[in-house]
């Protein structure tokens, strides 16, 4: 691969600080118990990430968002949280978190902490106050509580699914013994929705805010962000009457279901801007809210969160059509909002991209109907998977607005398709069986190295099962190895750190077989999504994700030419 040591990458250290820090970031998630063990429990914690603080500045991010490190029987991943200010002990304490959130600011790496205002868990105090307390009670209006229909309220209030499959409504025993109340969970059972309509849950949120911002942390992401305000008035439509949801871009556009994506959902973040905007430099976040794309800006509004996820290029086939069209409206939705636009590939609720492109065709909507015959590893072309990725992922570093990566994708990393049943963790998978088979093939422990205990993750074991062929994966395996994922990463971050310019792109070439774009400051990056090669423009090749052929730009690959 062409030599860097035309530019003078050096300098570009601490290109993205300042106040608008996070409007092209790269930002790197971390899922805390599947990265690295300290004390060999077989769970990552705290210590294990600030261990690994140097090999994520070696990586040239800007910032680690971190998924949900809080107190949490794990339901759902952590994203059931008992206590919003606090640490799992599990997973260390709030000296460790500070501890972590220093020696990443020394390395010049911010902190996003990840947000679940939604629902709390089952076992958070509220919740079981609310258990004791009566019907009618302050204590229950903090949730939502419904008598069920029928002669005794042995019907839930209405026939709505939970997103993990089974009803939405979970009846439970009032304190004098008797069945009693329905409560209402979007997701698991064990966590039950707030009532956002009562100002004491709204207060509290904005207490949590404070604490974490107090403490450092620099930004935020806000799960299911677009669910938080419903309409449960009476009588609540049944099933069949709601109007029809889609995911991402095929979402309504109207804001006209009961608990998805309604206007009035925008209060709340611009009270959570105000105050986000009181600290130097403001607090960010970004919405995970998936909505219609027309919808997406004002979630992403300077008034509101700032940015939010755009899952478009995650949904989408490795299709230079569909990128382009998605880029194209992306980036002039977020120029029309003042927002920065984001791009993401992979993260921890979906297959990883590098076995999402090397699946054949037909093998269902983001690799689910691979998921369910099995999972097979030999039903993957893993080369195919991983240039299309690299390619991809390469592409995305070029584009105007931030970078989310997910851990492991800079290793190459494969989803784990076949876990045991009796292994498995992901609440879908018990609560859809044989439909749903989770998400927890993208969440099994990083291996470090290519031999030991857990390929390096801790000492005791991983908390899921690591298969063999992690091993050539390994981070060990791919440190200072020419053209390894892993060195190719750390090269595609350096120079985009250096090179990032104004929030711009033009289009040079866009059609069916070729993506190619320039930045303001003349950095090109040009895709074959075709099957022939392509001529590459005059300039010098500063990286590809993969050998050129003759000069030229073979399938699959990408280029970047300043
Ligand atoms: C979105 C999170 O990314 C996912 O992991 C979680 O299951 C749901 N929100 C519920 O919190
Ligand atoms: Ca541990």
Redesign the pocket.
């Known amino acids: 691969m062409p030599s860097s040591s035309s530019l003078n990458l050096v300098s570009a250290a601490g290109a993205t600080t300042g106040p608008d820090w996070w409007r092209q970031a790269a930002v790197y998630q971390i899922y805390p118990r599947s990265f690295s063990d300290s004390n060999g429990d077989g769970i990552g914690d705290l210590k294990g990430i600030t261990a690994k603080v140097p090999y994520l500045q070696a990586l040239g991010i800007d910032a680690v968002w971190l ?1 949900p490190f809080y107190p949490s029987a794990l339901a ?2 952590g ?2 949280v008992d206590d919003y200010r606090n640490v799992d002990p599990k997973l260390g304490t709030l000296a460790d978190f500070d501890e972590m959130t220093a020696a990443l600011h020394a390395a010049g790496i911010k902190l996003i902490a990840d947000i ?1 205002p ?2 709390s868990s089952n076992r958070h105090e509220w919740f079981k106050e609310a258990l004791a307390a009566p019907k009618g009670s302050a204590a229950r209006a903090r949730y939502i509580f419904r008598d069920g229909l029928g002669k005794d309220g042995e019907v839930p209030p209405s026939d709505w699914d939970s ?1 993990f499959g089974g009803p939405a409504w979970e009846r439970i025993i009032e304190a004098d013994g008797t069945p009693g109340q329905w409560y209402m969970h979007i ?1 698991a059972k064990e ?1 039950p929705d707030f009532n956002w309509d009562n100002p004491e849950v709204r207060e509290d949120f904005l207490t949590t805010l404070k604490f974490w911002s107090d403490r450092g942390v620099d930004g935020f992401r806000i ?2 962000a677009h669910a938080l305000v419903k309409d449960l008035s009476e009588p609540l439509p049944s099933k069949a009457e709601l109007p029809v949801e889609g995911t991402g871009a095929d979402g309504l556009a109207d804001g006209s279901h009961p608990f998805w994506d309604r206007d009035d959902v925008h209060g709340i973040y611009a009270e959570w801007r105000k105050l986000f905007n009181q600290y130097t430099p403001p607090r960010t976040a970004v919405a ?1 809210a998936w909505v219609h794309a027309s919808r997406r800006a004002r979630y992403a509004s300077p008034e509101g969160l700032g940015q939010a996820f755009n899952f478009d290029l995650l949904q989408a086939d490795f299709d230079a059509d569909a990128f382009r069209s998605i880029i194209t409206k992306n980036l002039a939705e977020a120029e029309a909002t003042g927002a920065s636009s984001t791009w993401v590939f992979s ?3 979906v297959v990883r991209h590098a076995t999402r492109y090397g699946l054949p065709a037909g093998s269902g909507r983001h690799g689910q109907d691979w998921l369910r015959q099995g999972g097979s590893a030999s039903a993957v072309d893993t080369e195919l998977g991983l240039a299309r990725a690299r390619a991809a992922s390469l592409l995305m570093f070029a584009l105007p607005g931030s970078a989310y990566l997910y851990q492991g994708e800079e290793l190459g990393l494969q989803e784990v398709g076949c876990i045991a049943d009796s292994a498995r963790q992901d609440p879908a998978f018990f609560r859809n069986p044989g439909v749903d088979i989770g ?1 927890d093939g993208c969440r099994v422990p990083l291996p470090w190295t290519s031999e030991g205990t857990s390929f390096g993750f801790g000492d005791g074991g991983a908390h899921l099962p690591q298969p063999e062929w992690f091993a050539g994966y390994a981070v060990d395996a791919q440190e200072n190895v020419e053209d390894s994922t892993l060195e190719f990463y750390r090269e595609a971050l350096l120079y985009r750190r250096h090179l990032q310019s104004a929030e711009q792109l033009k289009w040079v070439r866009a059609d069916a077989s070729v993506l190619h774009f320039s930045r303001p400051n003349g950095w090109q990056s040009v895709t074959n999504f075709g099957s022939g090669l392509v001529e590459l423009p005059a300039g010098t090749v500063i990286l590809s994700s993969g050998p050129l052929e003759g000069g030229k730009l073979p399938r699959n690959t990408t280029a970047w030419i300043v």
């Open positions: 998924s759902d991943g994203y059931d679940v939604n629902h997103k997701f966590q799960d299911v995970e993260n921890h609720d998400r």
